[in-house]
């Protein structure tokens, strides 16, 4: 069995304002990243003390899956209208080696 497919993504705004309008470019995008069969979690946070910050963490069944994420429409739209409200971007690819997660069933 594969483990999934993660990575984590860490987006630093410009500003205030931009952060503001990049949050509502991903709300309008979580809406079809929610129909996403191979999409198992995409969650955004904002780490404390870090107001301009967002960090993205992504996990797919598998890599196939995250190569449909990225072709997907509405994903496409976020990818181009996002550069105007970031200063920075940071992307890890992540290789699971133990944990527990949705599509991990549970056994010995």
Partial sequence: ???GYALVVRFTTRDADAAKQF???VARTLEGIRQEAGTLVYVIHTPVDEP???V???L???EASF???ETQPHVRQMLEEREQYLADTQVTF???TAGKHPHTPEGP
């Fill in 94 to 96: 992540l290789n699971e």
């Fill in 1 to 3: 069995m594969t483990s």
């Fill in 60 to 62: 797919y069944a598998d």
């Fill in 67 to 69: 190569q449909a994420h």
């Fill in 56 to 58: 993205f963490y992504e």
């Fill in 52 to 54: 301009l910050v967002r």
């Fill in 23 to 25: 949050d509502a470019l």
